[in-house]
């Protein structure tokens, strides 16, 4: 009989920091930068929110520049994603832990349209399941997405998760019932990603 894992937590996230990008808690002088993708109708589509204006992007971020650890289920990270050239807000990362006992933890994206097609989002996320996975020692990750938001399906396709489930008609989604994909990635499938040279 095995032995039950041990997950490090509570986990304190200070920054990260990738060729291009660092990985940060938010700060209130991003709102101008994040403003500029959160408040925008095609990027809202498939996100659970309505385009965000100024107030209410600027009472998220003091909420969120405030969460930094993980320790227990709910606990969740909002990061900005920071081009390292210029310290622009691209970006940013949701990382939620779901279920400590068992270590599970849910990721979720929003970035800017005049980044996409440069491999950003695949490196911001990749470094976040690196945190889950190398960090923390998590057992699982997943994702959840409308299957109709093909970035987002190519994005998980990309980080090596795999389509573990499609829920139809699950939610009641900005005026329609929409089908959500259930994408996962194990440590065990982590470990044994083509590429890796542990």
């Not at 940060?24 to 991003?30: H, N």
Request: charged fraction near 30%; charge should be negative.
């Amino acid at each position: 009989m095995s032995e039950r894992p041990v997950f490090r937590l509570p986990f304190k996230f200070e920054e990260s920091l990738t060729e291009r990008l660092r990985l940060r808690t938010m700060r209130e002088a991003d709102l101008g930068d994040i403003l500029a993708y959160q408040s925008r109708a095609d990027v809202c589509e498939y996100l659970l929110y309505e385009p965000r204006d100024r107030e209410t992007l600027a009472a998220r971020i003091a909420k969120w520049s405030e969460q930094s650890t993980l320790a227990s289920d709910g606990d969740f990270l909002e990061l900005a994603v920071e081009h390292r050239s210029d310290a622009r807000v691209i970006g940013d990362l949701y990382f939620m832990l779901e279920r400590a006992e068992h270590g599970c933890a849910a990721i979720g994206w929003a970035f800017h349209p005049g980044y996409s097609g440069q491999g950003y989002a695949t490196e911001a996320a990749m470094e976040v399941l690196r945190l889950g996975f190398d960090s923390i020692g998590l057992h699982r990750i997943v994702a959840e997405v409308d299957p109709l938001n093909a970035a987002s399906v190519a994005l998980c396709r990309r980080l090596g998760m795999r389509k573990e489930a499609h829920l139809v008609g699950n939610i009641w989604f900005k005026g329609r019932w929409a089908d959500t994909d259930v994408y996962a990635l194990a440590e065990t499938e982590w470990r044994d990603r083509p590429g890796d040279s542990r």
